[in-house]
């Protein structure tokens, strides 16, 4: 059984940068391949990016290449995703993941509740 709660969200203007963290709870975290996703009112839940256990192999969704990055200290036991360059179209609710590496949402068996990103023009 795996935990998770999502921290860092908030209100940033246009150009700015963010950083989410997910704290697990669990000492299997280390085995689980982790992910972002987000989903805006109204919207499908979307994917952001992902990363394996050890950290070595990361996927990441083209609307955010080049933009945001995600790494994981499985010492902490802790996933982050490293938002720059913020568009009012990342505004959303992020949510933190695991047991899943691809870009479908049925893949992962654990969920955190979710941290808003507001990002203001």
């Known amino acids: 059984q795996v935990q998770l709660v999502e921290s860092g969200g908030g209100l940033v203007q246009a150009g700015g940068s963010l950083r989410l963290s997910c704290a697990a709870s669990?000492?299997?975290?280390?085995?689980?391949?982790m992910g972002w996703f987000r989903q805006a009112p109204g919207k499908e839940r979307e994917f952001v990016s992902a990363?394996?256990?050890?950290?070595?192999?990361?996927n990441i969704a083209d609307s955010v290449k080049g933009r945001f990055t995600i790494s994981r200290d499985n010492v902490k036991n802790t996933v982050y995703l490293q938002m720059n360059s913020l568009k009012p179209g990342d505004t959303a609710v992020y949510y933190c993941?695991?047991?899943?590496?691809?870009?479908?949402?049925?893949?992962?068996?654990?969920w955190g509740q979710g941290t808003q990103v507001t990002v203001s023009s």
């Open positions: 993941a695991a047991g899943g590496f691809s870009s479908s949402r049925h893949q992962y068996d654990y």
């Open positions: 669990g000492r299997t975290f280390s085995r689980y391949p």
């Open positions: 990363i394996s256990w050890d950290g070595g192999i990361k």
